[in-house]
């Protein structure tokens, strides 16, 4: 079965917020809401030692995911063809319990429309065979999309050439988070937490 998500090679991102202005755009995501959003992590270590980096969260494609067991109305779910979370805004009653069950904070509420929101991995580009706008958007080329599953796709490709010992997650708390992020360490050690 399919499992899309998106790669991010943290040792590229130049947090440039790229990603974060074109999924807006894409998305007409509304002000005060981010469907992703680049976090600074950072600076820590032992002047003159220290260490940065960007980390761009958005949902994690979580392989057990939360938000879709708490939702009382099906609105949150798994698209059975793609593996990929999404809200139906027509079944959403506004409880918010997928916000509060997600561990990432990347839901969103829609002020305007009384609805959660999510990155939807541009679902309206990728079923036209597009990349997610915030993947063709990246100056740096730190973004991969595709497949996990499929050894050919871009995102598996990436995490193919970085090495298991570069690879990263968020912190699993029992959800098993898909998000893969590149991080070697000659460029910062990985946080699990977010401060």
């Known amino acids: ?3 899309y998500a998106i790669v991010v090679d943290l040792d590229r991102c130049i947090g440039c917020h790229g990603c974060e202005i074109a999924c807006k755009n894409e998305n007409e995501v509304e002000l005060g809401s981010f469907w992703n959003k680049v976090v600074q992590v950072g600076p820590f270590g ?21 938000c879709t067991h708490v939702c009382p109305t099906g609105a949150s779910y798994r698209d059975p063809d793609t593996n990929v979370v999404l ?21 969103s509420w829609s002020p305007s429309e009384h609805v959660v929101e999510k990155c939807t991995l541009c679902g309206q580009l990728t079923a036209a065979g597009e990349l997610p706008k ?11 999309y595709g497949d996990l599953d499929d050894p050919s796709s871009d995102a598996a490709k990436a995490l193919a050439a970085a090495g298991s010992g570069s690879v990263h997650r968020l912190k699993d708390v029992g959800n ?17 937490e977010i401060d």
């Open 176 to 192: 098993g988070p898909q998000t893969a992020y590149i991080l070697s360490s000659k460029y910062a050690d990985w946080k699990e």
């Open 87 to 107: 809200v139906d805004k027509e079944k959403c009653i506004g409880c918010k319990y997928c916000m509060m069950a997600c561990p990432y904070g990347v839901r």
């Open 134 to 144: 915030c993947v063709a958007a990246c100056c740096g080329s730190a973004r991969f």
């Open 1 to 3: 079965m399919a499992h």
């Open 46 to 66: 032992d002047y003159p030692h220290l260490q940065q980096y960007f980390l761009p969260v958005m949902c994690q494609q979580c392989e057990n995911a939360p």
